[in-house]
């Protein structure tokens, strides 16, 4: 029972406190309900007066765009017109400009043609008027051509006459003299000939003594201020190929165990070793001079340094090779310094420098080439020529004398050729062939190299040959000059430089001697080779001996 009051409280409590909650809520669930429909049908009510007011705007903004279409267009209808109208007379203006300009050009060229048409008729009367003096001038020819023609049968016949009395002569002549026509002309002829090439050959023995007086003295002032300003020495440097040694055992060592270092030095020098009973004496073989030097040099490291084993032999040549092509390249660079030329191709100047260590008859080259250069550019200063070409040709003159060991052909072949391929001057290339003779030279400095060449070649002390080459040298020049028709004698004087040829006065004149010496030295340039230039003097002597009894 007590339980069911209990119960029963609680339920009183607790519906005391729901009911209360419940009819809240349900009272704000009405109350919210009745404001959203509120709020809806006011919200309504605006959107429905906003329409209309949108509608009523519309409404207006539609009668305010058709009032200003009707404007625009009206305007635009107004300004097309305006603008048709502006076309309209721009056209016409066009149209009548083109026409004035039509109507212009068209009175230019009526008054063109009619000017034309005037010259055409005055051209055409003064064709008129030729015409009829042509024709006066024809009918004129006519008669003096029937006149010459008359004159001619004229001539003719007294050629026919003449010609008929010059046989009757001629065979007088033939009959009295006893000669037929052509062995009197022969004989005739070679009378002629015979006066003429004496009165030729005394004419020019006298322009060329002259000429040579002339010459030789302005040549001998040119070539004698050269040489003194151009002071060379007359001892020449020679290539070294002997290898002196401190003592005789040195050649063993030289030699190594089974002959292993000489071969080593042979072998990587290219140079052939000469070892002979001569006393502390090595002996050095080869064509090439740079490769002699190599193979001196390495050899005078060697016996300074003591240590001569072949590891050590190819490590000092590999050296000594690498120094000499700087040398080279320092020496070619110094000639180009001394002569005063500059621009030469670097191959150039290294082939200048090979030069130091190639000798010609005893002189070196390197030394002659730069004394060429400097004779030639002082002969062309005193002529007023171009010093610098004039230089530079003989500096490079025998520029193949560095690889006519190397390389078929003469060394002016050689040289020329190095030239071309380093795009030296054709005139350049031209001194260089013609310093010998081989072409015609080109230029008056190709003349002057030639001259310095033989100056510094044939001058005391330049050059020298052996003894048989010398003797050989000067008995085919006696032979030469003897094989000419009467020559009597002949005597190579003054070193080979000079050739006296004694002729018989019976057989050879005055006349005669003059283009004896001429062919004579013709032969000479032809079949012999001789350093600097060759003096051929013909001597022609005629006594007359009597005794007085």
Known sequence: ??????????????????????????????????????????????SAQKLDEASTRAEEMLKHAESESKSILKNAEAESRRLKQEAILESKEQDIKRRNEFDQEMKEKRAEQQRVEARLDRQEELLEKKETELNKKTESLEQQRNQLAQKTEEVQKMQEQLSRQHELIVQELERVAQLTKEEAKRILCEEILDETRHDVALQVRNLEQQAKDDADLNAKNIITLAIQRCASDHASETTVSV?????????ARIIG?????????????????????????????????????????????????????????????????????????????????????????????????????????????????????????????????DVNFAKRAGLLHDIGKAVDHEQEGTHIQLGADIAKKFKENAMIVNAIMAHHGDVEPKTIEAVLVAAADAIS?????????????????????????????????????????????????????????????????????????????????????????????
Do not use: C
């Not at 290898?243 to 050649?251: A, F, I, Q």
């Not at 070196?364 to 730069?370: A, P």
């Not at 048989?468 to 070193?495: C, D, H, M, P, W």
């Open 1 to 46: 029972m007590t339980h069911l009051n209990s119960l029963l409280l609680a339920v009183d409590t607790w519906m005391v406190i729901v009911f209360p909650v419940l009819a809240l809520l349900v009272g704000a669930g009405l109350g919210y309900t009745i404001v959203r429909v509120i709020q809806n049908k006011i919200s309504k009510k605006r």
């Open 257 to 385: 165990r089974e002959g292993r270092n000489i071969r080593a030095i042979e072998n990587a020098t290219g140079i052939e070793l000469i070892i002979d009973d001569t006393p502390e004496v090595v002996i050095l073989s080869g064509f090439d001079p740079v490769r002699r030097e190599v193979a001196r040099l390495t050899l005078e490291r060697l016996i300074q340094d003591g240590r001569i084993h072949p590891a050590r032999i190819e490590e000092t040549v590999e050296k000594v090779s690498r120094e000499l092509e700087q040398q080279i390249k320092a020496a070619g660079e110094n000639a180009m310094f001394e002569v005063g030329i500059f621009g030469l191709h670097p191959e150039i100047i290294k082939l200048l420098g090979r030069l130091k260590f190639r000798t010609s008859y005893g002189q070196n080259v390197y030394r002659h080439s730069i004394e060429v250069a400097q004779l030639a550019g002082l002969m062309a200063q005193e002529l007023g020529l």
């Open 243 to 251: 290898v002196p040694l401190p003592n005789d055992d040195m050649k």
């Open 457 to 549: 070649g044939a001058r005391p002390g330049a050059r020298r040959e052996t003894g048989s080459n010398y003797v050989k040298r000067l008995e085919k020049l006696e032979a030469i000059a003897a094989g000419f028709a009467g020559v009597e004698k002949t005597y190579a004087i003054q070193a080979g430089r000079e050739i006296r040829v004694i002729v018989k006065p019976d057989q050879v004149d005055d006349a005669q001697a003059l283009f004896l010496a001429k062919d004579i030295a013709k032969k000479i340039e032809s079949e012999l080779e001789y350093p600097g230039q060759i003096k051929v003097n013909v001597i022609r002597e005629f006594r007359s001996v009597e005794y007085a009894k």
